[in-house]
């Protein structure tokens, strides 16, 4: 099947359209609003333009369990600023724990190397109420940061949930990020405790995280204690940290799951996002907020309903983690995947899939292409009778991926390409379950969220490539980035090309029939493979080797063109960059940053081009390497070194060739 972008590929049969969630939720509108919609398009019109009809709607279309009053819904529209339900108090975790059901297991996990484990939501409760007593005896209350280096484990989930349940703040790294990158981000909060496993395992090998452990304990002197949760191999034996409580004490001893409803706003976890230069964001996410926000992502949008299984692929450090979650809040339940999914061979997770039952499956992008190219045929192996549906995220999804999932895997899945933000913890554009898919295309934004694609001057266009912006607020936009007192930060990042207008920096199409098309980042935030990184990460440790003096990276992914990530660096006099060299370097960045953006490829320069105050040009050699002229992307008078293009006009033109 030769495929161009807008073929359909997909469309929802009658019976599929009147059983999902959203055809519930427009039949409520008509019969409790008189609001009636002919078609998606004018129901999201409704909901981008009026936002608080719509999320009064969602409020009691969801029976949203608060104390206080729903109104006023948005009591300031200002962007940054706005202030969504001031007069409401609730908990995240005690709407979780509404689902609970003796039908079902709430979590179903596999981790590498042991058998597969299902928790009942008996056991979740019973968990999180002692563990959520435990940290309370520690002195952990409503605001206090909690600090995560686990897999993705049940244990991860418990304390989480113990965490919201008592008003304390999550923030959760996967322990596959080096100690350097973790530092960035936890020094900034102050963590009180720690949650931390000794090892991991992943693609058929376990890793002593032990020393990793100590030394984030040495750098964070706020943390009183540390809870234990065991892992494999070595990290069996008890750690030697300081104040070490063993998990199995912080949950022995039973406790009533208790939840304080809190402030509408109340922080609920900080998460990160990475800007190119300068510290990790830091960005806080309300309880209230993120559960209006995932009720409607994860129903209206994914169609997840009570008794369906979720598995999102992903660690605990990127934030479809923290969807994956948010599959509680409908009653489904969530499988917890730890491990390489192509271990031992790249059937394993395709056969989890279907032993396990799953209905709703997301991944990556870079997932889907690797077992395309790997020439696997999952439905000659794998029935996937409950699987309905595939969400990948990310990167884009090319055109070749689309045909495969419908060749491959299964022809009457609905394959569902999303795109939003860690710094919105959802989507901006998704998915519908009443909407055909058409190839290489999003169907839609997602309800309440007013997405346009900008040009350079601030006019929203159709059929043409643009900045995506969001014109007015969401729920789920951060509340403010941790130690940033007046906001600058928080202005700068989003709001300072379009005043009032969230831009979040990626260039985007709108199609006249409201699909969208995601062309990549249209700044120098490094996302691979879903996760975002700046710059200065990768930067901080490459040149911490004493043989680089300067280096710059760059992430080509543009969609239909393979993922390409070249490192650029700038060695000392007499350093020859062998292979040995280079293997020093991708180490360095895979144990000290990130196993996820090793680059695919060193090349030595003999400068990185820079402007006249000294910063590294990222985007203008990001462009150039994308096919633009040296003329487009810089002038040599805004230049301290316009010689240095040379080497890259060159490159440009062999990797066009």
Not at 228 to 238: E, T
Not at 338 to 343: L, V
Not at 456 to 463: F, K, N, R, S, T
């Amino acid at each position: 099947m030769v495929l161009k972008e807008g073929d359909p590929l997909w469309a929802p049969s009658a019976a599929q359209i009147e059983s999902s969630r959203l055809a519930a939720f427009m039949a409520w509108l008509s019969a409790e609003r008189a609001l009636r919609f002919e078609d998606y398009a004018s129901l999201w019109r409704w909901s981008a333009n009026d936002l608080d009809d719509f999320w009064s709607a969602v409020w009691d279309f969801f029976g949203i369990q608060a104390d206080g009053a729903p109104q006023p819904v948005l009591a300031s529209r200002d962007m940054p600023g706005a202030r969504w339900f001031p007069n409401a108090r609730l908990n995240y975790a005690e709407h979780v724990f509404r689902n609970a059901s003796r039908d079902r297991p709430a979590l179903i996990a596999r981790t590498e190397g042991e058998p597969v484990r299902a928790v009942s939501w008996a056991e979740l409760a019973n968990a999180t109420g002692a563990l959520a007593a435990s940290l309370r005896a520690m002195g952990v209350g409503p605001g206090d940061r909690v600090m995560s280096y686990l897999p993705n484990v049940p244990e991860a989930v418990i304390a989480f949930l113990a965490c919201a349940s008592i008003g304390a703040i999550w923030s959760s790294c996967s322990p596959d990020m080096g100690v350097s990158a973790v530092l960035d981000r936890f020094r900034q909060i102050e963590p009180k405790v720690a949650f931390a496993a000794g090892s991991y395992c992943y693609g058929g090998k376990c890793f002593d995280r032990r020393e990793a452990v100590q030394q984030l304990l040495r750098e964070l002197p706020s943390i009183d204690r540390v809870i234990h949760v065991p892992g494999p191999g070595a990290d069996a034996a008890q750690p030697a940290w300081p104040g070490l409580v063993r998990w199995e004490d912080a949950t022995a001893r039973p406790a009533p799951l208790e939840f304080m409803r809190l402030a509408f706003d109340h922080p609920l976890w900080i998460v990160y996002s990475s800007g190119t230069t300068g510290l990790p964001k830091a960005m806080v996410h309300g309880h209230g907020g993120i559960v209006l926000t995932q009720l409607k992502t994860m129903q209206l949008q994914h169609d997840l309903r009570a008794g369906d299984r979720l598995l999102f692929l992903g660690g605990t450090g990127w934030i479809v983690w923290n969807l994956l979650v948010g599959g509680l809040l409908t009653g489904a339940t969530i499988v917890l995947y730890d491990g390489n999914p192509k271990w031992p061979d790249g059937e394993t997770l395709w056969r989890f899939i279907d032993a396990q039952r799953v209905t709703h499956f997301g991944c990556g992008a870079a997932f889907l292409i690797g077992c395309m190219k790997d020439g696997l045929r999952p439905r000659d192996f794998a029935a996937l009778p409950a699987l309905r549906t595939i969400n990948s995220t990310g990167s884009p999804l090319p055109l070749d991926a689309y045909r495969w999932v419908y060749e491959c895997v299964k022809p009457d899945i609905w394959l569902a390409s999303i795109s939003g933000g860690t710094d919105v913890a959802s989507g901006f554009v998704a998915c519908s379950p009443i909407l055909p898919v058409t190839a290489g295309e999003i169907q839609c934004c997602e309800l309440g969220v007013s997405a346009y694609a900008f040009n350079e001057q601030g006019e929203p266009v159709i059929d043409a490539v643009g900045e995506l912006v969001i014109t007015r607020p969401m729920p789920s936009m951060p509340l403010y980035f941790w130690n940033d007192d007046d906001g600058k930060r928080y202005r700068e990042s989003y709001f300072e090309q379009y005043p009032g207008v969230w831009r979040h920096g990626d260039w985007i199409r709108f199609t006249g029939r409201g699909t969208a098309v995601i062309y990549g980042r249209s700044d120098a935030t490094i996302n691979r493979h879903g996760i975002r990184m700046g710059t200065s990460e990768i930067y901080r440790v490459v040149e911490e080797l004493p043989e680089v003096k300067d280096s710059m990276v760059v992430d080509l992914e543009y969609l239909g063109r393979p993922s390409f990530m070249p490192l650029f660096v700038v060695l000392n006099p007499g350093v020859v960059l062998d292979d040995a060299l280079k293997g020093r370097i991708r180490e360095q960045i895979r144990s000290k940053a990130s196993p996820r953006h090793v680059p695919s490829e060193i090349f030595e320069v003999n400068e990185i081009p820079r402007t006249l105050t000294g910063k590294k040009m990222e985007l203008p050699v990001r462009k150039l390497l994308l096919g633009a002229s040296a003329q487009e992307v810089a002038s040599p008078d805004a230049m301290a070194n316009p010689q240095s293009l040379a080497f890259f006009v060159r490159l440009a033109q062999q990797l066009s060739g």
